[in-house]
Structure formats: C-alpha cells, structure tokens
C-alpha cells in the first residue's frame, strides 16, 4: 500500500517570498500523485495532478510541482506567495490500479505581511 | 451544477444517539468515498463506494456504516456515537472511466461533536 509524509507540519512565510512544501511517497511504481488546498471552514480543492509525462505539473492559483522518481518527491511550489494562500496543503498518492487515495497529514502555511 | 453538498453542516450528538450524513454528487461519479479528518492526521478514508448498491471498508471502518441506494448519493451513518468520533466528515466522489485513481471532488465537510 502506498503512503505519504509532508515533512513540515507548519511554514510560515512572507508575502511575497516563494514558498515550497515538501511531500515524499511510498509506492513501489509511479503512482498517481496529488496536491489539494484547503481554506479554514472549507473542504478539498485540487491544484493539481500528476498521472504521467511532464514531471513539472502546473495548478491553479499559480502553483507547480515537480514530480522526482529518484528521489520519491512530488514538491509543491509557488514563486510569490499571496496573503490568500494561507491554508492547509494536504498531498495525496493514489495507485492507478485502485480507487483510492492516501493523504499525508497536510501543512499549514501562515503568511505574514 | 452544485458538485458535491453534504448536509448537515454541523451536528451535535450525545453519547449513543444515531445519526446520518447525506453526501450527493450531480457529476455523474461512479466512486464515491466518506473520510473523517482529525487534526495532525490528514483525511482517513471511512468507507467508500464504487458504484450503486456496493460498499467496501477503508481504513477506519468501525463504528459507522454506509449505504449508496442511488449512484448519486452516499450515506454515512453513526448508529451509537461516541466522543472519538468527534470530528469533520468530508465526502468525496470521483470518475472511473478509464483511470481508476482519478481526482477526487470534495464537499464542504461536516462538523460533528459528540458529547
């Protein structure tokens, strides 16, 4: 079964300075892979998806990640950070011969003025 | 097109009431799924479903159970609630085409608090 660790349980960071949360799987193949924001009070929201080919993903909202084999990685990224971005990111991997997906225990970002 | 609502928003319970949670879905998903999120534990999966009529266990089945009569509604229901079941249920649905592991489309959660 797959598995997913978000090393940093909280960031904080300046707007305006770029931002990168970490995420590494567990999974014996390329799964597929998942980044999702969620606002306070709010549920899920995909920013983006990686299933196969270009191994740098581009979302909504101004975010990419980048897919690396190697090293188990699916990182998420966002050059400039707005005050809007303060929420919760949760990464998730998903078998492609399975229905399900496991989330890792998510990330909070606070974002200062 | 609404995506997928679940009701009630929020819900207080005593110790040993029942209740249940309505998720519905107008995307047309095959797969649909119950998750409970607790803080510092991501969102674990209940039960989930992959099409009408069948059901199977996730990760933390115990202590709740689930029915899916019509492909666009899944329900969840608490038939004795306890404290450790205190938390937010998000549900979710997803397409099975021809990728299984598709995205999945959350609702807006359910705030439950049992006491």
């Known amino acids: 079964a797959q598995s997913v660790t978000q090393p940093d349980i909280h960031i904080t960071v300046s707007e305006g300075a770029s931002l990168e949360l970490r995420c590494n799987y567990s999974y014996g193949a390329t799964p597929y892979l998942f980044w999702y924001v969620q606002s306070p009070g709010q549920g899920l929201q995909l920013l983006l998806k990686y299933f196969s080919g270009d191994t740098l993903v581009q979302g909504i909202k101004g975010f990419e990640a980048e897919f690396k084999r190697s090293q188990s990685s699916f990182n998420l990224r966002k050059p400039s950070v707005h005050w809007s971005d303060a929420a919760e990111y949760f990464c998730a991997v998903g078998d492609p011969n399975d229905y399900k997906l496991s989330f890792g225990a998510g990330t909070t970002v606070t974002v200062r003025a | 097109n609404a995506g997928v609502t679940q009701t009630p928003k929020f819900r207080v319970l005593k110790t040993g009431q029942s209740m249940t949670l309505l998720c519905a879905q107008d995307?047309?998903?095959?797969?649909m799924y119950w998750y409970r999120q607790d803080p510092g534990m991501g969102l674990r999966l209940i039960h989930y479903s992959v099409g009408e009529g069948t059901t199977a266990k996730g990760e933390v089945p115990d202590g709740y159970n689930v029915s899916r009569l019509k492909k666009q509604n899944f329900l969840l229901g608490l038939e004795s609630a306890a404290p450790s079941q205190t938390s937010v249920y998000f549900c979710?649905?997803?397409?099975?085409?021809?990728?299984?592991?598709?995205?999945?489309?959350f609702g807006p959660g359910t705030r439950l608090t049992v006491t």
């Open positions: 979710a649905s997803s397409y099975s085409h021809d990728r299984p592991a598709r995205e999945q489309y």
């Open positions: 995307m047309n998903h095959e797969y």
